[in-house]
């Protein structure tokens, strides 16, 4: 929501808790673009059910909720037709996964976050250039606090 706000898109956030709806509306609210004008973000606390009332003139769809949602909110959006972005990893199973795909075709792109992360570049980079030698296996650990999700894994 921030990130979308900082680069002037108009955001309409749509989560069923009004608690959460009136955080985000705080965050956009904390966003100042150019010389100091604010985005306007409409949040709105609706269910999943009631949501496609909220989204229907919206351009495009960012979804960030919790894997194991996915796959309801994305069945629930489908016909407004836009582009749409979804979290990693897409679903929980793969039966899942494949109706998303089949429902949504070149409109939908699964974020690969750590994809652009400096760090998994620079990795990238000392692998392609081979002033290490040839790479035969990459291993890595996650030294943070744990992950609060148990319904996905990583390696997904």
């Known amino acids: 929501m921030r990130d979308l706000?900082?680069?002037g898109v108009t955001v309409v956030a749509v989560d069923g808790d009004p608690a959460a709806v009136a955080d985000l509306g705080a965050a956009v609210a904390d966003v100042g673009v150019g010389g100091g004008d604010r985005v306007i973000g409409r949040c709105v606390a609706v269910g999943a059910v009631e949501a496609t009332g909220a989204l229907a003139d919206v351009d495009g769809i960012v979804l960030a909720t919790?894997?194991?949602?996915?796959l309801a909110v994305l069945?629930?959006?489908a016909d407004l037709g836009v582009p749409t972005a979804c979290e990693?990893?897409?679903t929980v199973a793969v039966a899942a996964a494949e109706h998303v795909a089949a429902t949504y075709g070149e409109r939908l792109t699964v974020l690969h976050t750590w994809r652009y992360h400096p760090g998994v570049q620079e990795v990238a980079?000392?692998?392609a250039s081979g002033r290490l030698g040839d790479v035969h296996v990459a291993r890595s650990s996650r030294v943070n606090?744990?992950?609060p999700r148990?319904?996905?894994d990583p390696v997904w």
């Open 125 to 127: 980079a000392i692998a």
């Open 150 to 152: 148990t319904d996905v």
């Open 145 to 147: 606090w744990t992950s």
């Open 88 to 90: 990693q990893p897409l």
């Open 66 to 70: 919790p894997a194991a949602t996915h």
């Open 5 to 7: 706000a900082g680069l």
């Open 75 to 77: 069945d629930v959006v």
